[in-house]
């Protein structure tokens, strides 16, 4: 039969190398340790936004939970920062940076996180979804912003959390999912996994 353990006894395993995403974990007080994987994020072909995270944070949950005991609950996330139903990455160069931060310029923008964690043999996903709102933007605040290099590893180009956070007019839905880790329905899933009230 299996057993279930308190959290705070868990050995807690974060499918991630982001600082932001531990920066989050480290907010519902729980001790963990980092390990990710290296995949290959590429979108498939005709493959929804929804589909797309969905699909990346199950593989890298799926790829370091095989590393662990089966006692082990492990996190996976993914972030996605989309307009016009196209997935906007992480930037390859200035010149992509530029194109992205005009795109996003005076319009809003939909970011889905997904989370997957497992436990026990049991795998739970959930999805945040937000909806972001960038004030107009002139091209010498674009530069300024690419020169601090805070966009370079992030999906869409930007860090609400950052210097970004001046261009942001408006959010709808959840400030620690458009970070990269949602943490009401992070919380929901270990609950319903530790407490082995699970579904089948």
């Known amino acids: ?19 932001r995403r531990a920066e989050l974990l480290q907010q519902l007080g729980l001790d963990f340790q980092t390990d990710s994987a290296d995949i290959d994020e ?13 699909r990346m944070a199950q593989t890298k949950n799926r790829l370091i939970r095989e590393q662990y005991q089966p006692d082990s609950l492990v996190i996976g996330a993914d972030t996605s920062v989309s307009i016009d139903e196209v997935i906007m990455g992480k930037p390859q160069d200035q010149s992509d940076f530029e194109s992205m931060m005009t795109r996003l310029s005076g319009r809003t923008h939909c ?15 959930a999805v945040s979804i937000s909806e972001v709102s960038f004030r107009a933007l002139v091209m010498d605040e674009i530069r300024d912003y690419w020169h601090t290099g805070e966009p370079l590893d992030k999906a869409g180009g930007y860090a609400i959390q950052g ?9 709808s839905g959840s400030y620690s999912g458009v970070m990269g880790l949602p943490l009401f329905e992070l919380f929901e899933l270990i609950q319903c996994l530790s407490s082995g009230d699970k579904n089948e």
């Not at 493959?47 to 797309?52: A, H, K, N, T």
């Open 163 to 171: 210097l970004a956070a001046k261009f942001i007019q408006h959010l």
């Open 111 to 125: 970011v889905h996180t997904a989370v997957s964690v497992s436990y026990l043999g049991k795998c739970l996903d």
């Open 42 to 54: 590429t979108p498939l072909i005709e493959e929804s936004v929804l589909d797309y995270v969905t």
């Open 1 to 19: 039969m299996a057993m279930y353990k308190p959290m705070s006894l868990m050995t807690i395993i974060l499918a991630s190398a982001s600082p």
